[in-house]
């Protein structure tokens, strides 16, 4: 089973950027598709970004443009950069599993476990 560890958080003021890393522990990581979802208080957990084991990527129209996700498979690390952030992506992020990156679609909540996630808060 894949520990996930998301870190990279923060502060920050409109239009600022910030960097997310999300450190995997596993065999398996470098062989299947990996994401960054993101949930607000009162809001349901979406998929913002999403990348195949090859490095294919795909992202929500919400963030397309404005966020960048990568991995490197010899670290077991995907990151997410995030630039022009928006008061509206205030999140609590995490990584986990994506079950199709050309439909964008998400692993089941209860199928998965999920790390701590890290807070990223954009405000003036």
């Known amino acids: 089973q894949v520990q996930l560890v998301e870190s990279g958080g923060g502060l920050v003021q409109p239009g600022g950027s910030l960097r997310l890393s999300c450190a995997a522990s596993?065999?398996?990581?470098?062989?299947?598709?990996m994401g960054w979802y993101r949930q607000a208080p009162g809001k349901q957990r979406e998929l913002v970004a999403g990348i195949t084991n090859a490095g294919r990527t795909n992202y929500a129209d919400s963030v397309k443009g404005r966020f960048t996700i990568s991995r490197d498979n010899a670290k077991n690390t995907v990151y997410l950069q995030m630039n022009s952030l928006k008061p509206e992506d205030t999140a609590i992020y995490y990584c986990?599993?994506?079950?199709?990156?050309?439909?964008?679609?998400?692993?089941?909540?209860?199928?998965?476990?999920w790390g701590q996630g890290t807070q990223v808060t954009v405000s003036s």
């Open positions: 986990n599993r994506v079950l199709n990156i050309a439909s964008m679609t998400a692993v089941p909540e209860r199928i998965v476990d």
């Open positions: 596993g065999s398996i990581f470098s062989i299947i598709a």
